[in-house]
């Protein structure tokens, strides 16, 4: 008797969407960890996709999904510096290989996902101080610069600056805790 999740995972659009949803975060997080322009790296997100959708076929189902993805944004990432001439380039493609590998030990990992990661970042960041709690909302969550940062909150640049400071302190020591307790060593 076949059931609807014999069904799915013979369906390659919803194995394709379900791969996407589990892979999305960390795709869009070394996509802007390579490219500093947020509509580029929108654009790089999309084609990553698109090509990806195109080449499911050649996807060895066997492996990891995560890798495979990465190595096609890693060659659009290639291909968008070299079209963009003008644009500084941020990294060469041997340092691009050295993330791409990095990215691959952490998918290799089996106690913790990228997803497991960013819900204890989450967590770690509800039990910050509110002032803190909000420089890091306005900073990051928000994408100000430093100096709107401050401006949003009312507050000089240094006093931000100090905030920012405390608070990655703090969830660095709420992660390690976190790290401890699920027996995480690395």
């Given at each position: 008797m076949s059931t609807k999740k014999d069904h799915l995972l013979r369906d390659p659009q919803?194995?394709?969407?379900?791969l996407v949803q589990e892979n999305a975060d960390m795709l869009m997080a070394y996509l802007r960890s390579m490219v500093r322009d947020p509509g580029a790296v929108d654009d790089l997100f999309q084609e990553t996709m698109m090509t990806a959708w195109r080449r499911l076929d050649?996807?060895?189902r066997s492996r990891p999904f995560g890798p495979w993805l990465r190595g096609i944004g890693a060659r659009l990432i290639m291909a968008h510096y070299r079209k963009c001439k003008h644009d500084f380039m941020l990294i060469s493609e041997p340092i691009l290989e050295r993330i791409h590998q990095q990215m691959d030990g952490l998918d290799n990992k089996t106690q913790t996902?990228?997803?497991?990661?960013i819900g204890h970042l989450r967590?770690?960041?509800?039990t910050l101080p509110t002032k803190l709690e909000d420089a890091i909302s306005a900073r990051y969550l928000n994408e100000h610069s430093p100096l709107q940062a401050a401006d949003h909150l009312g507050i000089s640049q240094e006093a931000i600056k100090k905030r920012l400071q405390r608070a990655r302190m703090q969830l660095l020591k709420c992660l390690q805790r976190k790290r401890v307790m699920a027996?995480?060593?690395t």
């Open positions: 919803a194995v394709f969407e379900i050649d996807f060895d996902s990228f997803n497991d990661s967590d770690c960041i509800k027996g995480e060593t």
